[in-house]
């Protein structure tokens, strides 16, 4: 069975107070649910306070984003080893706020993977279709589209080290849900993907949904028999909601061992 992964995405909210405050919550719910993996990725800046919040505790810390590049000359960015040095776990790859207002492409973001797992984090790569895409009906192609230019770079070895996030744009931040079947249907042809590479892929590598999840939707999601997690963004910032969450997937979790 996948271990289910709750992980809270902070974008660019919080002074360093609150980032204390949200990661502490958050580490009570990785101790309250040990059947869930919960993690927070908040700023760069935030990140060695939230590490040290996390220190012994099983909550995982990381970040938002990375750079494709090892070291150099690249004014603003940070690098895999330099996360990896500081202690983080996990990193977002390829966000759709990153593919729309900085221009990654499948590429970039495919390149970003394979230095992640190089250096031993937990790459989680965000695939996700437009508004107008998924009216055209072209859903499935393009979350596709973005995970097989992943696989094409990385093979079924790097697979095995990464996880996965469904995030439908037009559902991010707009409070409008994918429904559970919905995301479902999105979530069984990526499984359907991964086994195409490997068989041994499919019962492997965790799908999240991500996309307005709050409190209140993410049981009826996390009862999908493909999702395994969630990414949430603006409920992560109300501790309340983001413990419903992790609850939700104990629950989940529970029943899917029963
Ligand atoms: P949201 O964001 O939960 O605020 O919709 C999700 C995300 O962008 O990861």
Request: proline share 3%.
């Amino acid at each position: 069975m996948r271990r289910p992964l709750v992980l809270g995405n902070w974008k660019m909210h919080g002074t360093l107070a609150q980032a204390r405050q949200w990661a502490g919550a958050a580490r009570a719910m990785a101790e309250s649910q040990p059947q869930v993996e919960v993690g927070v990725v908040p700023a760069h800046v935030h990140l060695p306070a939230c590490l040290e919040l996390a220190a012994g505790s099983a909550l995982r810390v990381g970040a938002q984003d990375l750079s494709a590049h090892g070291a150099g000359a690249y004014t603003g960015e940070v690098s895999a080893p330099m996360l990896a040095d500081l202690g983080a776990q996990v990193v977002l790859v390829g966000h759709s706020e990153r593919r729309q207002y900085h221009g990654e492409d499948d590429e970039l973001v495919a390149r970003k993977v394979a230095i992640a797992l190089a250096h031993g984090l937990l790459p989680v790569l965000c695939v996700g279709e437009s508004l107008e895409e998924r009216e055209a009906g072209l859903s499935g192609e393009m979350v596709l589209r973005q995970f097989e230019a992943v696989a094409a770079h990385i093979g079924s070895e790097g697979l095995r080290g990464i996880a996965l996030a469904y995030e439908p744009v037009w559902a991010i931040g707009t409070g409008r849900t994918a429904s559970p079947e919905q995301a479902q249907e999105v979530h069984a042809l990526l499984r359907s993907a991964l086994g195409r590479h490997d068989a041994m892929l499919r019962g492997l590598v965790r799908i999240l949904y991500g996309g307005s999840v709050k409190g209140s939707n993410a049981s009826q999601l996390l009862a999908q028999a493909d999702i395994d997690g969630a990414l949430v963004g603006g409920a992560s910032l109300v501790p309340e909601e983001f413990a419903a969450i992790c609850r939700a997937a104990g629950e989940a979790a529970a029943q899917a061992g029963a």
